[in-house]
């Protein structure tokens, strides 16, 4: 590493914590766009009826 190797780990720690999530979000996008399963439930979004379920009424 050298001397100044620990200059590396101190400057580059921000980046592990982007680089975290990322091969996760990639899958989600292959998931998505090119399998074509169901996205994920967003927090920020009501969840969406799914198409062709009967709904049942109290009478």
């Known amino acids: 590493m050298g001397t100044y190797g620990w200059a590396a780990?101190?400057?580059g720690a921000?980046?592990?914590r982007?680089?975290?999530g990322s091969d996760e979000i990639q899958r989600n996008i292959i998931a998505e766009r090119v399998?074509?399963?169901?996205a994920e439930p967003r927090p920020?979004?009501?969840p969406?009826?799914?198409v062709?379920?009967?709904t049942?009424?109290?009478p």
């Open 14 to 16: 921000p980046g592990y």
């Open 35 to 38: 399998l074509g399963l169901p």
């Open 44 to 46: 920020d979004q009501a």
């Open 56 to 58: 049942r009424r109290a």
């Open 18 to 20: 982007i680089a975290g």
């Open 52 to 54: 062709g379920t009967a």
């Open 48 to 50: 969406t009826p799914v």
């Open 9 to 11: 780990h101190v400057l």
